[in-house]
């Protein structure tokens, strides 16, 4: 089956610097997205990006599927992002609704 | 509108029992899926419905079942608990099932949202 590989595993940062996660995926995809997981657990939407650019805020995420990855960027950090981030996808192959994470980045924001 | 909602939020068992998790889509939505969360596993696939019928299923044995209703609520049970079973279980919904994929590159994809979750602890 598809792979998903995110770098970095760790990621500390000071309050208001920027970042840039980043998702590898082995095979072609129908659906990519990144969710950032809260402390209670609850996977939160912030970009459903199977190609292309798209930004909100702070954050935007770039897909470039032909090269099978997706980034996250995250500028002017704050406390608030700190957290679970995570990229999925479903696989042009499986299709439907499985999606297939990563293993997620751990991003710390220090005040 | 409301978001996926889940019941219970947490739940403790003992080996041996069987539990039921039950999970309400975001109105208008048909599809939902279920998901286990480990610290070792990570994030896995367990199954997919939609018009009441399984239409995906992961790696996981037979004792985790699951159905969905007319309404698109869906349930998943997990019989003869083990200490492993203990996780945070995740439903999500999507359209799927609801609104035709138009191709193009992103086509067949639905984006899928997520309810809080209910953590289950098996002792």
């Known amino acids: 089956g598809i792979q998903v590989e995110q770098s970095p595993p760790d990621l500390i940062l000071q309050e208001g610097a920027n970042s840039t996660l980043r998702c590898n995926f082995s095979d072609s995809v129908n659906n990519l997205q990144w969710f950032h997981q809260n402390p209670w657990g609850q996977l939160i939407n912030l970009f459903y990006i199977p190609s292309g650019t798209k930004q909100n805020g702070r954050l935007s995420a770039t897909t470039v599927a032909t090269e099978r990855y997706s980034l996250l960027y995250i500028s002017s950090s704050q406390t608030t992002d700190s957290g679970v981030y995570f990229c999925?996808?479903?696989?042009?192959?499986?299709?439907?609704?499985?999606?297939?994470f990563g293993e997620g980045t751990q991003l710390t924001v220090n005040p | 509108k409301a978001g996926v909602t889940q019941t219970p939020r947490y739940l403790i068992k003992t080996r041996g029992q069987q539990v039921t998790l039950s999970c309400s889509p975001i109105s208008g939505h048909r599809s939902v899926s279920w998901y286990q969360q480990t610290p070792g596993q990570g994030l896995q696939f367990l199954f997919e419905?939609?018009?009441?019928?399984?239409?995906n299923k992961g790696n996981f044995p037979g004792r985790f079942s699951g159905r969905q209703f007319s309404n698109s609520r869906s349930e998943m049970n997990v019989s003869t608990l083990e200490l492993g079973d203990s996780a945070l279980y995740l439903c999500?919904?999507?359209?799927?099932?609801?609104?035709?994929?138009?191709?193009?590159?992103?086509?067949?994809?639905?984006?899928?949202?997520f309810g809080p979750g209910t953590r289950l602890t098996v002792l």
């Open positions: 999500a919904s999507s359209l799927r099932g609801t609104v035709s994929w138009t191709g193009g590159v992103a086509g067949g994809a639905y984006e899928q949202f």
């Open positions: 419905y939609f018009s009441e019928t399984q239409r």
């Open positions: 999925a996808v479903v696989s042009q192959e499986t299709s439907g609704s499985r999606l297939t």
